[in-house]
Structures are given as C-alpha cells and as structure tokens.
C-alpha cells in the first residue's frame, strides 16, 4: 500500500481535529458549569473547593493567635467563637477569661519530648494588635474565592478591615461581593448597617439596610425550630436606635419590644423601653407652641 | 577519610549536574513571586502568608531532593556495576556509606542555603518583621496580663505557658538569627532524613519503593509524630504501650521544624535547646548509618 504525503495525513488531521472542535464545542457548557467561571480555583477545584475554604478560615485564626492553636489532637471539645470572629458586639461581649481557658490546650508535658518539644513551638498566647490585623486578610480572602456561600468569611474580614485597619472602602466593596454571592444573607446586610451607621455615618442608609436585614431573618429565620435569636437582637437594637436618634419613638419601642423577646437579657432593654415611653409621654403632655 | 570526602564529592557533583534542584528551585520561586506579587485589599505590608507558603515549599523541595538523592546513591552504584571498581579502590563499605551520607547531605546544605536566601531576600523585601517589637509585647502583655488576671492560679499555673513579655520584643539580630537556626536545624534533620532513607535503600528492593516508603514516613512523623503520645493515652491495651513505644523510638523530627517561630516573628530558641536538638539528630544519624552499614557489610552487591 503506497502512504499518502505526509502533509495531506496532517492537513486530513487537522481539518479533522478542527471539525470536531466546532461540533463540540457548543455543548460543552452543558455538560458542567466549571468553564463558565472566570475563576481559575472553581475551575481547577470544582465544588470541592469549599472542603478547603474552612481549612483558610481557621489558618486565619491561627494566624490572629501567632502561631499558638491547638491542633485536632489538643482540642478538648468544639472551638468556641474565637476573638477573630468579632463583630465589635461580639468582641465586647467576648469572655476573654473563657477564651484564655479555651486556650489553655498545652497542659503539663506527659513526657520529656513533648516538654522539650515546648522549646521548638510557639507556646505563648497571643492576639494580633495594632494594624499586625492585616496578617490575617489573605486567608479570609482565600477562603471567600474557595466558598463564597460561606458568610462569616466576609463579616468577620470586614469587622477587621473597618474596625481595626480603617479601610472602609474595602470593607464596604468585600461586603457587597459577599452580598452579590449571598442575597439572602441578613447577617451580611447586617454588618453591612454598621459599616454605614460607624464608619460612613450615614443612619438613613443604614436605616435602610437593617430594615431589609430584619426582613430577610423574618422570611428564613421566623419558620425555624431554632431560629438565630442573636442575630434577630442584633439587627432590633441597633436599627431601634437609629430610629430613636430619628425622633421616631414608637417605632424604636416596638423593636426594642422585639429585642427583648430575643435578648437572653431582657431587663436592660425593658429600662430602655420605659425611658422611651417616659419621652413619649413627655413629648405627648408638653404644651404645643402656636404657629403664627 | 581521603575516601569518604572523594566520594561525597562525587555525590555533590551529582546534584548539581542534575536538574532536579534548579526545578524545584524554579517552582519555589516562581509560586513565592506570584503569591508576592497579588495584593490583599490594597494593602502591601502584608507578608506572613508568604513566608509560610515560601517556607512550606522549601521544606517540601528539600524533602524531594534529599530524599530522591540519598534512595537513588546505592541502588544505582549496583545497577550500574559501579560499585565493583569502588569498593576495589580499596573502599571499605563503611567509608562508602559514610561518603555517600556525607555527600547528600552536604548537597542538602547547599540547596537549603540557597533556598533561605532567597527567603529571606523575598521576606526582608516585603517588609519581613513589619510586626515592631513594641507592638507584638504589647499584643502579648494584654492577652497575657488579662488572662493571668482573669484565669484562676491552679488552672494557669498548669498550661505550660510561657509568659515572657521580655520574648516578645524582637531585634534585626535576633531575626536574622531566627532563620540561622531554621536552616541549622532543618539541615540537622535532613541529616536524619538522609541517613534513614539510605538504610531504607538497602533494606527494600527498589529506589521507588524507598523513596515513597521513606516519604510516608517522614511526613508521618512530621505530621503525627509529637501526638503519638495523645493518640496512644486513649488506646486500650496494649496499644496504649505498642504505640507509646513508637513514640519514644522514632525521631522526632517535628522538634527541627521551628518555621512558626520564624513567620509569627517569636524570639530565637536558646542555644542550649538548639545544641541538645543537633545532638539528638546526630545520635540517631549515628545510629541509622550504622543501621545501614550493618545490613550493607553482608549484602550482595550484585541484583
């Protein structure tokens, strides 16, 4: 059998391989939604990346605590919410004592090696300050691209990034990347008020937001065994002081009403409530000035 | 000695005439500049997530080379009939042993200096220690402080801690010595490395099953090594014991492993730990050659 020219097999090849593209290629965005990303992680990883996103979130943390974090075989129960998770509420609300005996992992040496082992690792506990905050960010940003359905990640990175390192923008522009990827999400919206109400002082938009945060926990939370009662507390006594510091007292009381349904610890709202009753009333009582 | 340096030269040589460091030297610094060159919220003083990304590749590059080189040394020797004019010479066995030992070692030293070089240029460029001393002891005080207020005696008393304030605050010497001692102790436990796999390369029949055996290993022992001792506690027996035992056998080397200490910028380790540590290793370098060289003296040379 005579062998056709070496340059006619490659054009037959070719014209071939080319056929075949322009078939297939119109029905490939069918068969998986990997491509259509512009995200090399998502199309590299598919949906396992987000096995991995919680691995980042936590090497944030360890990285806020220098190193000092105990491995799987240290932890004695769950990881309670650690400082890095803040929320300034949440931050103050912290129980450091609690944490510092969270931290407490190492306990006394069993042996001579785990003891002269202590030398070689970070054996010291302690929490990122003074702008060193920034160290954490790239893990949080990391865990946001691996899973951006995972809430915390954007909360707690702009807590850090407009609470501690005073960059708003970003803080803002990582939030609204958190809103686009998660509509839904009220604990967003919620930080989202705060950045408006703190850092942009602007309580109208603010106003706004938290009302569409308290909308958004009535439409997924309300139907809830459990539904997050924190989260409902949060999002009332905030947005009722801004409606307060508005002038608008009825409306303040019934949120501070519905705080206090949520609150594990009522009685300070209820004094709240009684002393914006107190200036209604006031308000009501006061003699009217006659218009001209 | 005139043949354990003739032949470790030779196994120097060999390094450098193989391609195998300049890739993963290539790659280290090719992942480092990338992950150097994105930005984090705008932000550029950002910089310990390249360390330990840096750091993570230069001990992951060092395991491949020292161990590649080291399973590869005896196996090849009798492959290729080399062995036979060696040992002529004459060669004892030890000698060889020790200069191929000595030479991949050697070699790993060479490779990881260049590899902490150029950490610390990548780290010192981008701000390196940017955490001041005044503001890490200050971030340690308050935890340390308010915790030791808050925290009962009997349960701080028990944790282990160290509460030096005085650690905290960091010198350009004592950086500069922070990454002296990484690589001192990270070439001291290649040493270990070395001498384990080339055991492993006259124990098992071929270089391939050393090396993936020898890198299970390793990584094992870098992973799980210093936990043993809290997976064993919650065995029955006589696990408990058989697993206790493997923890007191094995060398630790998670002990040469200080790269947090390097990126979280904490204080140097005392020269005493560090000399106690470099003994440890040669101890059980000492002990693997041996291992080695008694397998070897009876082995045939031929496959």
Known sequence: MRLASPFLLLGLLLAVCFTLATTIQPRTPAWSDRGKSGDVLKLLLGDGRRMFANHFFEQADISFHSGYYPSIFERREPAGKSPMAGGADAHEAHDEAAHEKEMAFLGQPRDWIERFGRHFRVTEHTHLAQGQEREILPWLRLSAELDPQRVDTYTVAAYWLRERLGRVKEAEDFLREGQRNNPESCEILFELGRLYRDSRHDSGRARNVWQLALRKWTEQESGKPKPNLYQLEQIAVNLARVEEQAGQFERAIGLLELGKKASPNPAPLQAQIEELKAKVAAAATSPKVPAN | ?303
């Open chain 2, 1 to 303: 000695m005139n043949n354990v340096m003739a032949i470790s030269g030779i196994v120097v040589k060999e390094l450098y005439r193989r391609k195998d460091f300049y890739v993963l030297f290539v790659l280290t610094a090719l992942i480092t500049l990338l992950l150097g060159s994105v930005s984090f919220f705008n932000d550029a003083k950002i910089v310990r997530y390249l360390k330990e990304v840096c750091l993570l590749l230069i001990w992951i590059s060092s395991l491949v080379i020292a161990i590649g080189t080291a399973a590869r040394q005896i196996p090849a020797e009798r492959e290729s009939r080399t062995i036979f004019p060696l040992l002529a010479k004459p060669v004892t066995r030890g000698q060889f042993i020790m200069g191929k030992f000595l030479g991949c070692w050697l070699a790993c030293g060479v490779a990881l200096a260049v590899f902490y070089l150029f950490f610390g240029v990548v780290s010192e460029s981008r701000g390196g220690r940017n955490a001041s001393s005044a503001e890490l002891s200050s971030a340690a005080a308050t935890v340390g402080t308010e915790a030791a207020n808050q925290v009962d005696d009997h349960d701080h008393a028990g944790d282990g801690i160290e509460h030096h304030d005085e650690h905290a605050v960091l010198g350009h010497r004592s950086v500069v010595m922070n990454y002296v001692q990484a690589l001192w102790l990270h070439w001291m436990m290649l040493g270990v490395v070395t001498a384990m796999v080339l055991l492993g390369s006259v124990v098992l029949s071929a270089p391939s099953v050393s090396v993936t055996i020898s890198f299970i290993g390793i990584v094992g022992i870098l992973l799980l090594g210093e936990h043993l001792n809290k997976v064993a506690l919650r065995q029955p027996q006589p696990l408990q014991a058989i697993l206790y035992t493997g923890y007191f056998l094995i060398p630790h080397l998670e002990w040469f492993d200080i790269r947090d200490r390097v990126i979280y910028d904490q204080p140097p380790i005392p020269f005493a730990d560090g000399g106690l540590a470099t003994l440890y290793a040669i101890a059980y370098t000492g002990l693997f050659l041996f291992l080695t060289w008694f397998v070897f003296r009876r082995k045939a040379l031929t496959l």
